[in-house]
């Protein structure tokens, strides 16, 4: 009883609600990275409202995608202590409403993509919101592969602004898209030890809750950590970026590995914890060193230099 009047004591606003629905915290992320993918990519006829445009629709196809797979997975969302309180897993809001919401965002999303900008930038995103929603999704109930799966889509953000301005998915888009790729890794296998009882209780496939599978989720965040230095280095052997990515790319991958072997070395909640913030700085920081970058061109486009 306690229980259930915390919990309706603690009941979430409309706005609260929508924030969790398109888990907002990752279309932050999605819409920065989006926009550094815009702002690297050649275009003759670049300008800052069109980064920004393209921006605002990769972000909604990614809260497209928040909220279809908030959906499918709302009889899971009530097994899981960080997840029971969603708002389509919690009653508030109807799965019918969500789907509605979601098909939508996601049919403007794929369709200004496509109409404002080119048709592979639309179609880019499609595929992305397939892979998230009709391949990864349910894939968590069967494999821990799910997170191989997974990474695809994750790092798709600013492949696909790239795309949107470009026309095309070359240089920094493949860069970019590799780099978030591999930095996933460690990222997930951290939330994935700390939430490993959660995720059995749900009945999703994580490597962290198999059996023996905490030390090999720790093992697997320090190769992906390890690979991830040669990845941020892509730039540099290609010239298409100078001292300050370079430099900032092997400080803060350096510092990464560091948090990865803690953890590797010791399996534990104060190491896995120290991964994730390190994940949590890592990538924004990173995005911020190729705009900051003189070689890349973002600083001009902002005006800036």
Request: with cysteine; proline share 4%; glycine share 6%.
């Amino acid at each position: 009883m306690a229980s259930r009047t915390d919990d309706a004591a603690l009941a979430p606003s409309l706005a609260s609600d929508l924030a969790m629905l398109f888990k907002l915290r990752i279309a932050v992320f999605v819409a920065v990275a989006a926009f550094v993918g815009a702002l690297v990519a050649p275009a003759t006829d670049f300008s800052l409202a069109r980064a920004c445009e393209a921006s605002v629709w990769i972000t909604l196809s990614a809260a497209a995608a928040s909220a279809f797979n908030q959906v499918i997975e709302r009889d899971t969302d009530r097994l899981m202590q960080r997840t029971r309180l969603r708002p389509v897993a919690a009653g508030r809001l109807s799965a019918r409403d969500a789907l509605l919401v979601a098909s939508l965002l996601a049919l403007a999303a794929v369709l200004f993509l496509c109409v404002r900008f080119n048709l592979v930038a639309g179609l880019l995103a499609l595929g992305t919101l397939f892979a998230y929603v009709a391949v990864y999704t349910p894939l968590k109930r069967h494999s821990t592969l799910n997170t191989l799966v997974g990474a695809v889509p994750g790092a798709a953000p600013p492949l696909l602004g790239y795309a949107a301005i470009a026309g095309s998915v070359e240089g920094w888009a493949l860069i970019l898209f590799a780099i978030v790729f591999v930095w996933q890794f460690p990222h997930f296998m951290a939330i994935a030890w700390l939430y490993r009882e959660d995720y059995r209780r749900g009945g999703l496939r994580m490597l962290a809750g198999e059996e023996d599978g905490e030390r090999m989720a720790a093992r697997a965040a320090l190769m992906h950590g390890l690979a991830l230095l040669p990845v941020c280095m892509l730039p540099a052997m290609r010239g298409d970026a100078g001292l300050v990515f370079t430099v900032s790319a092997l400080g803060l991958s350096a510092a990464y590995v560091a948090a990865a072997a803690r953890f590797a070395w010791r399996t534990e909640r104060s190491s896995a914890r120290l991964l994730l913030h390190a994940s949590l700085v890592h990538l924004p920081l990173l995005l911020l060193a190729v705009v900051c970058d003189p070689r890349t061109g973002a600083l001009a486009r902002l005006g800036w230099s």
